[in-house]
Nanobody, 124 residues
Framework: QVQLVESGGGLVQAGGSLRLSCGAS????????MAWFRQSPGKEREFVAR????????TYADSVKGRFTISRDNAKNTMTLQINSLKPADTAVYYC?????????????????WGQGTQVTVSS
């Protein structure tokens, strides 16, 4: 069982930056692939980025490549998402998610554990 809590969202102007964090409870954080998803009103939850158990492999959605950076610190049971060059289209609730083992999963229904989400709002 992994419990996840996101933080770091807020209101920012276009072109600005935010750093989202996801804290995890439990001793098994290291054994989970971690991911970020986001969801805007009226839209399905979409994949943003994924990081392998050891942190050596990362994958990004095309829409965020070059602007977002996912990382994790297994010693601290935390994952972060550095978001740069924010656009109004990035406005959404951002969720962290976990799935046991190394996986290439990018669909929300494939992930087992979820945080409550943190709101990111980008003004133009």
């Amino acid at each position: 069982q992994v419990q996840l809590v996101e933080s770091g969202g807020g209101l920012v102007q276009a072109g600005g930056s935010l750093r989202l964090s996801c804290g995890a409870s439990g001793r098994t954080f290291t054994y989970h692939t971690m991911a970020w998803f986001r969801q805007s009103p009226g839209k399905e939850r979409e994949f943003v980025a994924r990081i392998s158990m050891g942190g050596g492999s990362t994958t990004y959605a095309d829409s965020v490549k070059g602007r977002f950076t996912i990382s994790r610190d297994n010693a601290k049971n935390t994952m972060t998402l550095q978001i740069n060059s924010l656009k109004p289209a990035d406005t959404a609730v951002y969720y962290c998610a976990a799935k046991p083992g190394n996986t290439r999963a990018s669909r929300a229904e494939e992930y087992d554990y979820w945080g409550q989400g943190t709101q990111v709002t980008v003004s133009s």
